[in-house]
């Protein structure tokens, strides 16, 4: 078998020399049959002698046929790759023409692979991945340690937390904005994750007063310190870090006697290249105990809060347990600790969809890690990869044309090779070898434009998204899809060429009568740019829907004028602000920031405009007896004056004022939906309802406001209350700033963070925008969408444009002598053009035909991602149906004008 082997791979190289050595080879064997077969008859006799004889003359030539079917065939195919090579490099042009759009096909596939990859099948780089089961809420740290300690299905359960934009200093020197996470002790032995250099965190470092420890990533390592092996030992700062959540009543105060602990970590470890953390779309540069929390997160004692909800579950499977066994023992476990919190009991009706809900969602694979990221882009990358397959099926169809063409000129070689006995199995397979081997090299060069159209994508969908990370690294899927998909490219295209080149008519072709060919295979080029028509005109649909879907969020009324509004948003709570000094410090602040040249208006709230979380509660209003999944609503804790600085009109009632402060009767102020909800036909003015949780509290509505879009802009406004800032019903985290410029909105951030940084320097600045920039972070899923189909999109109308010019070129061509008769006989420049032109609108018709009947079906399955349209709305169709006219059409100009100004004498002569 190795001798069989090493002869095969001799020939790839040797060509015909292996004959020879093959025939040894079996010579070889043959002699010592005979000589087995000499001892055989002297010991066994005549009969024996005569079957061995046998025996081994059959097995001889089977041996023989076998090895020479392979050499036969491996010299065909060597033949007929060298044949290919040199033909490819005899038409630069077509080769050139063909490789590129392949390798533009190939690469949009390649690239948009490589993000779903990284995004949607890639599994953490950990040990037993498939073992993980990630839980889809946060809970505080009691609530996790009585999880951990209680639960029945998990070997061992792990709690995370990240910190982002954490400032991280080394020796008095910035390293620039990180992502540190808090980790429990047990968090790398439970993902068997071994550091390259130091020691994992443990369960010793994971205890109050212990010696502050952290990992740091191989990035920040080779990055920050060099690759340096003396990093342990060193010591790292983290600062003003930002974890948002946690909210659910007051900050208790600090325990008499306790001070304030340096953040300062011992470096213990390296963690290894591929690692980047537990969630896909972080790339973690720090890795510290939980128990530091209340230390680099101060003013929030959040370790010993049940009702701080701030930290994700991970848990790793008993042996021989699944997750949807896990599903049930882990609802219950979790309605039992939930019970033990103190939080408010549920009633019976609300007990049963409480759980419903706990069984359907609570637990998700982990594989992947915690799937935000995946769950926010799986349907706009599954929609984004059937675009990009369908410009590779246009890429094929163009290439499919042009080795049609090739085709075509090669007639006569290839009748003449079928008249001298050539079978046309193997023309066949000589043809669909060069498809293969085109498509091989177009499959190359797409690789290595994926990369580059990778990166670009990884770093639009980072600027789109705050705090979002990619790792992306080619593994064996990489090549394994851009091969899979470079061969199916080769047999699609290369497969109708193959037999329409081959059904040659050998009388006509060798008296060059092939009019009929001619025409057939015109026939077939203008079948296949119909189909590149439709196709392209269902991307166009489909780029049409996402760029207006785009358009009428942008444009979408939020209540409020957003122009010249900045958002700028704090946290006083680590600053130290607490109780009534909080609201005091940011009243004063906000007296600073209008004092500001250029400012027209300043208020503020804990959540803000598209800046901030979102809050609610269970409201009972006042002699409302509907059912209790009815008593859900969101609320908003905010400033003086917010409705009249913020531009949301109030339809009665007044707005808060300085004067709702500690110590005066608790206000609130409802939307419009919130009244027509509770209070129908009725003026809720003077009325009342009251909250049992966060804080029970009663408050009296003292206006209504019209509804306002401030977290999202594709549902409608839920029911919404605002309390005072100066009385909250909840413990206060962040705050928001809304000031509004007199012109220029941009102008401001620098003075706002100068004057905040005047006020207290230690009052962290978690970020400064413009109204409109936050509220086009609320969309950035939708833009990135738009631009990348937009791309594509134009993309594939260009390839169409390309093989369309491509057919009506080779059409006026191989019409040149008929085009001559008509001129000859009377008929104008015009009418030749226009007949020309005619074809061309007949190929846009029949191919809007069937690409209308795929953009219905396209359309459905991106409804989703639509906002404001119908999946058949008309004006996107025609729109588009109107471009591909219009490109169509300056595609076949040029044709055109060259039959119209085609010589009638010299195209007769050359008949």
């Not at 002297?42 to 002698?49: D, K, M, Y």
């Not at 030539?61 to 090579?85: H, K, N, P, Q």
């Amino acid at each position: 078998m190795f001798t069989r082997l090493r002869n095969k791979l001799r020939y790839l190289v040797h060509g015909r020399a292996i004959d020879a050595d093959v025939r040894r080879e079996l010579d070889f064997h043959r002699d010592m049959l005979v000589e087995d077969e000499q001892k055989l008859g002297r010991s066994h006799g005549s009969a024996v002698l005569n079957a061995r004889r046998r025996m081994g003359n059959t097995a001889l030539m089977t041996e023989y046929a076998r090895e020479a079917w392979v050499v036969s065939w491996f010299d065909a195919l060597g033949r007929d790759i060298r044949y290919a090579l040199r033909s490819f490099v005899r038409y630069p042009a077509f080769t050139s023409v063909a490789l590129l759009t392949l390798a533009l096909g190939i690469g949009a596939n390649a690239a948009i692979f490589r993000l779903v990859d990284t995004v949607l099948l890639r599994a953490l780089p950990v040990r037993h991945p498939e073992n993980l089961v990630a839980l889809r809420a946060t809970t505080s740290y009691w609530f996790f340690e009585q999880f951990r300690d209680r639960n029945t299905v998990f070997s061992d359960v792990i709690g995370t937390r990240q910190l982002v934009s954490a400032t991280l200093t080394s020796d008095n020197q910035s390293l620039g904005a990180t992502t540190t996470e808090l980790v429990t002790g047990n968090y790398f032995d439970v993902l068997g994750v071994t550091p390259v250099l130091g020691r994992p965190i443990m369960k010793t470092d994971d205890v109050v007063g212990a010696q502050p420890v952290a990992v740091i990533g191989y990035g920040l390592w080779r990055r920050a310190f060099g690759g340096s092996p003396t990093v342990l030992g060193r010591t790292i700062r983290v600062s003003e870090g930002v974890i948002g959540g946690g909210t659910s009543g007051f900050e208790p105060e600090p325990p008499a006697g306790s001070h304030q602990v340096e953040p300062v970590l011992t470096i213990v470890g390296v963690a290894p290249p591929e690692f980047f953390g537990e969630t896909v779309g972080s790339m973690i540069d720090v890795w510290t105990p939980i128990s530091m929390q209340p230390v680099l997160t101060p003013g929030r004692a959040w370790l010993t809060r049940r009702t701080a909800s701030w930290v994700n579950i991970m848990g790793r499977l008993k042996p021989g347990m699944a997750i949807e066994q896990a599903r049930t023992p882990t609802s219950d476990l979790w309605l039992q600790i939930r019970a033990d919190s103190g939080a408010a009991p549920l009633s019976a009706e609300q007990r049963r969809s409480y759980y419903s809900r706990l069984q359907q969602v609570l637990l998700e694979p982990g594989e992947q890690g915690f799937g935000q990221l995946r769950r926010q882009f799986s349907q706009p990358l599954r929609v984004l990869m059937t675009v990009v397959t369908l410009v590779l099926l246009i890429a094929c169809l163009n290439v499919a044309n042009l080795l049609l063409a090739r085709a075509a000129a090669r007639r006569q070689e290839i009748t003449m090779r079928l008249s001298l006995g050539a079978s046309r199995s193997r023309l066949i397979r000589q043809l669909l070898t060069e498809g293969l081997l085109l498509a091989g090299l177009g499959g190359g060069l797409g690789l290595g434009l994926s990369i580059i159209g990778e990166q670009l994508l990884v770093r639009m969908v980072s600027s789109e998204q705050d705090h979002i990370a990619l790792q992306t690294s080619p593994d064996w899927r990489i090549f394994a899809f851009t091969a899979g998909v470079s061969m199916a490219s080769g047999v699609l295209f290369g497969l109708l060429p193959a037999l329409r080149g081959t059904r040659s008519d050998l009388q006509h072709t060798l008296k060059d009568s092939s009019r009929g060919t001619t025409a057939s295979r015109s026939r077939i080029s203008k079948a296949l740019v119909a189909i590149q028509i439709g196709v392209s005109l269902m991307l166009l649909v489909a780029c049409g829907l996402f760029v207006r879907t785009l358009i009428n969020l942008q444009s979408e009324s939020l209540g409020y004028d957003r122009t010249n509004l900045v958002g700028a948003r704090f946290d006083p709570v680590s600053a130290g602000y607490k109780g009534d000094a909080l609201g005091r410090g940011m009243l004063e602040l906000s007296h600073r920031f209008a004092a500001l040249p250029g400012v027209k208006s300043v208020t503020f709230s804990e959540n803000g405009l598209f800046g901030g979380v979102e809050s609610g509660a269970e409201v009972f209003p006042d002699g409302y007896t509907g059912t209790e999944d009815d008593r859900e609503a969101r609320f908003d804790q905010a400033g003086p004056g917010y409705f009249a600085k913020t531009g949301i009109p109030l339809i009665l009632g007044r707005d808060f004022t300085e004067r709702d402060a500690p110590g005066a009767p608790r206000a609130a102020v409802i939307n419009e939906t919130m009244a027509r909800f509770y209070f129908p036909n009725q003026n809720p003015i003077g009325r009342h309802f009251r909250i049992e949780h966060p804080t029970a509290a009663t408050l009296e509505i003292v206006g209504v406001a019209r509804d306002a879009q401030d977290h999202d802009l594709r549902n409608k406004p839920l029911r919404r209350f605002y309390v005072s800032y100066l009385q909250p019903i909840d413990g206060i985290t962040t705050v928001n700033f809304e000031i509004r410029a007199e012109s220029n909105a941009a102008s401001l951030i620098e003075p706002i963070r100068e004057t905040a940084r005047q006020f207290d320097p230690k009052l962290p600045v978690i970020g400064i925008k413009p109204a409109q920039a936050l509220v086009d972070d609320s969309i950035s899923t939708e833009r990135l969408v738009a631009r990348l189909s937009t791309f594509f999109g134009a993309l594939a109308l260009l390839l169409a444009a390309i093989g369309l010019y491509g057919v009506m070129s080779y059409s006026v061509a191989r019409r040149t002598g008929e085009i001559g008769v008509r001129m000859a006989l009377g008929a104008s420049q015009r009418s030749v053009a226009s007949m020309i032109l005619r074809e061309i609108v007949v190929l846009v018709a029949a191919g809007s035909v069937l690409g209308a009947a795929g953009a219905l079906g396209l359309a459905r399955f991106v409804e989703t991602l639509m906002f404001g349209l119908a999946p058949r709305d008309p004006f996107t169709l025609i729109a588009a149906v109107l471009v591909l006219v219009v490109v169509a059409l300056i595609s076949g100009y040029l044709p055109a004008r060259r039959a119209a100004r085609i010589d009638p004498i010299v195209a007769l002569r050359a008949e």
